[in-house]
Every structure is written in C-alpha cells, then in structure tokens.
C-alpha cells in the first residue's frame, strides 16, 4: 500500500531550514560561530535500524574554565528506517520514582521489544510521605501516559504550562492547560484540582489562582480546599492526614470515595487515606470545602463522572485523551523554530568557580527532546564524562541551536542529577541490560547511583515506518 506523506512534517522541515538559514543571529555578511566549533564529533553507533546514537566531547574545555570536558549526546531517531515509536513511560506506577532503567524495563516483559533509547522525563518532586519518601514522585505540569491524565498543568495566570505532546511517533510542543470536573449524581459540578498527589499541597507551581506559595526551596504551595482524584495505576495506597508538618492543609482528615470503573461510588467515608485505588477506578480525596461537596453529594451506589480536557493553549483546541497520547512537561522550550525564545530565562540552580578561580560555571546536566529538520525527534543529554555537569539555559539552547544538528524544536526536561541517558541494543538475552551513558548523581550506601525519577521518554519497536523522503 503506498502511504501518503504527511505534509506538515514536510512543511515544518522546510520551515526550520529556511529559518535557520535566516536567522537574524547569523547577521548580514558575517559568518555565524557555530556553537559546536570547539566540539569534537565521534563515530554514530547504530543502536537499532533507525536509531543513531552520536556524541560530542568538549575540545577545549579551558575556554569554559572547565578542569574536565563536557559530553553532548544526541539520539536520532528516523521512523523511514524502521517501525519506530516515541512514547513516555511512568514504570511501574505513576507514585512511585525508578531508575530510567528499570521504567524502560516495565515497558514489556518481552525482551526483543525493550526500548532501544531513553531519557529521563519531566520535572517531579518527591511527596513527603516519611518513610519512602526518597522513592515517591508528583509530576510538576501536564502529565499523561496512555491518555491517562497524571497530574494537572500549571496555573501560570490562566495560561498554562510547556509540555510536549507525544502522539504517532512524533512530539508537538506546546502551552497546555487542564481542565477538570467531577459530576455529581445530579449534575452539580465542582473543580478537580489534581491528580495522584497529597490534596492540599500542590508541588512546584500554582495549579489555580487559589493556590498560595509556602515554600520556594522547593516550590510548594497551599489550597486548603481541594478535590485530588487517585488512578489506578497510581500504585500506592491513598495519602494520609499530615503528610507535610509544614504545610497545615495536609491535616485536613478531610473525605474519601472510592469509585469502581464503572463510576459507581463503592464507599464513601470520613477521613482519608490508606486505600488501595481498585483496577479500572478512581480514588478521590477532599480537604475543606472539597470535602464537604463529597460530603453532601455523594453516598454509595450513586454514579460520578470525572470530566477531563487538556488544552492546547498556544492552537485554541481541546487534545483528546485517547491511548495515542502522551505528554511530558517542563517550563521551558529551548527552541522554536530554530530560534531561542527570548522569554527562555538564563537559570541554573548549580553553580561553582571556574579553573581561574573566579568565573561562575554552571554544572547543571541537561536533558530535551527535539525535533530536527528533516523531522525526526531527537533525545538530547548535557553532562560531564563522569561527573555532573552542563550549561546554563540559554548557552544549553544555544548548542543545540549549532546547524550541524539541525534541532527547529526543543523542549528543556528534568536536568541536573535528573540526567539520565540509556541506551538497549536488541538481544534476547536475559542478563543484558540496558547500558547508562550518563554519570550517576546520587549516593545510596556510600555509593554513587542514577536518580530515581517520575517519568521517561524512549523510543522502542512499535508504528508503522514512514515512506523515506
């Protein structure tokens, strides 16, 4: 059968190389310094047929008052060259944080069908939960696997929060902003404020304009009055009171309806927490005025109906949430269209003195997923050879902006000892694992480990291929 070609990709190919062509950084009559000229390029490795995995070593890292040179990655992936699909993984339950490793290991059991490639995924903080709490996670934005909704966007004044939408093998970047509803046996409607996190306590940003800042180190914040829905593949049992000592909200003893899939309400009951969410149902928790609208509108055997909308901001259009889609989130896009946005803020959170004792490097891995020219996404890590490193922001966008790697879209992910690039040659062999090429970060026992992070994206056996252009 022959395919017809999308014309988007076409078209947004050629748009990303005439914009690159134009750009006004290259100004007139001058040569633009490529970003990667002081970069030496090794050989591709050919992970699986349509997945090339090349590095960059830092020629010179003197220049950059660096004692040791930094290592770019990039992961090319082509669907013309193969069945090849790009999706975003949470591992074994969405509360719980794993290795990048062992979520590509959870995609299947089959071991000829494990995914080739993977980076860690979006912006997470742990939920203090006491003990255990270095193992759990709650997404920061929009978060969704399988069209199963994870966590809602960023308030931001009504405007959303950067997330790439992850549909047919193709990632689309974008503002999203969720929008959700519990119904109640009559009708009556009130605002779902998040998913699969402690009620009370919403991590790293404002989920409305009634959530208040209590903490910047981290970023948390407050609404005493909220309704948090559990999904079944949330994996632990439901939160309890007083969760965090610093924030009161979470000692709300507050209400608790388990409902079955088929929206059927199977208890209802005062107090919260400890509750396994049963398979296909949903949990949901209410602190305050939450939980006295569960109170009062919901017994058992009535039906609910959870109504969710993620928004494409930026296009004016609902996404639906089918199986196809998955998003991954962050606050930053390091390009569009082959431009830096001028919005993207110059940040980094780890900083130290330079070799001359007085520059301010900045050693924050990095990890983005792209898109390139020619249309193909692209896995993307900043780190040292074997110890935490990277760039500032706006110098991270930069280098990927070089025309030797032709990136028109970038989506910045979790960085710093986030930083997790894998890699999975196909084998039937048991014992094989996935191989890291990114330095571990963290110390358990004594001994340097990889994060344990929210979420990933990889790239794997799966779609169709697509004709060769």
């Not at 009559?29 to 390029?41: E, H, I, N, S």
């Not at 590095?55 to 930094?70: L, Q, S």
């Not at 999904?231 to 969760?243: I, M, N, R």
């Not at 965090?244 to 899939?261: M, Q, R």
Request: hydrophobic share 35%.
């Amino acid at each position: 059968m022959t395919r017809n070609r999308r014309p988007w990709v076409a078209v947004a190919a050629a748009l990303g190389a005439a914009l690159a062509l134009t750009s006004p950084a290259s100004g007139a009559g001058q040569a633009p310094t490529d970003p990667l000229a002081a970069w030496t390029l090794g050989a591709p490795v050919t992970v699986a047929p349509g997945v090339t995995h090349t590095t960059w070593i830092e020629t010179t890292p003197a220049d950059t008052k660096r004692a040791k040179a930094r290592k770019l990655q990039i992961v090319e992936i082509d669907p013309t060259a193969g069945s090849l699909t790009l999706e975003s993984t949470v591992g074994t339950d969405d509360g719980s944080a794993e290795q990048v490793s062992d979520q590509l290991a959870e995609v299947t059991s089959v071991l000829v069908r494990h995914p080739y490639a993977g980076v860690n995924g979006g912006l997470f903080q742990r939920e203090p939960a006491g003990v255990g709490v270095e193992k759990t996670a709650a997404h920061t934005g929009a978060s969704v696997t399988d069209g199963v909704l994870h966590s809602s966007s960023c308030w931001s004044g009504g405007k959303g929060s950067t997330g790439a939408v992850i549909q047919h093998g193709i990632p689309y970047i974008t503002k999203l902003l969720t929008d959700m509803e519990l119904i109640g046996p009559s009708g009556e409607t009130i605002r779902i404020d998040d998913v699969n996190r402690t009620p009370g306590r919403p991590p790293h940003c404002a989920r409305d304009a009634e959530d208040t800042e209590v903490s910047k180190s981290p970023p948390v914040f407050t609404d005493p009055d909220e309704i948090v829905v559990f999904t079944d593949d949330y994996g632990l049992s439901t939160p309890k009171p007083g969760t965090d000592p610093l924030v009161a909200a979470t000692a709300d003893a507050g209400f608790e309806v388990v409902v079955d899939a088929h929206g059927v309400v199977t208890l209802a009951r005062e107090g919260r927490g400890g509750t396994e969410v049963p398979a296909g149902g949903r949990v949901i928790q209410g602190i305050g005025t939450g939980a006295q609208w569960l109170r009062d509108r919901l017994a058992l055997d009535d039906r609910v109906t959870i109504d969710q909308k993620l928004r494409d901001v930026n296009l004016g259009r609902n996404i639906p949430l089918d199986d196809s889609v998955d998003v991954v989130s962050s606050f930053h896009q390091l390009l569009r269209n082959s431009a830096i946005p001028t919005e993207l803020p110059d940040s980094c959170s780890g900083k130290e003195k330079g070799t001359d004792g007085t520059t301010l490097i900045c050693t924050d891995s990095r990890t983005a997923l792209a898109t390139n020219s020619q249309g193909h996404p692209v896995l993307v890590t900043l780190t040292g050879q074997d110890n935490e490193d990277g760039d500032y922001l706006r110098s991270f966008a930069a280098l990927l902006d070089s025309p030797q790697l032709g990136i028109v879209d970038a989506l910045n992910l979790d960085g710093g000892g986030s930083t997790v690039l894998a890699t999975k040659v196909p084998s039937k062999d048991p014992t094989e694992k996935a191989k890291i090429h990114t330095p571990p970060t963290d110390l358990a026992d004594g001994k340097l480990v990889h994060r344990t992070v929210a979420d990933s994206v990889y790239t794997g056996v799966g779609g169709y291929g697509l004709d060769a252009r």
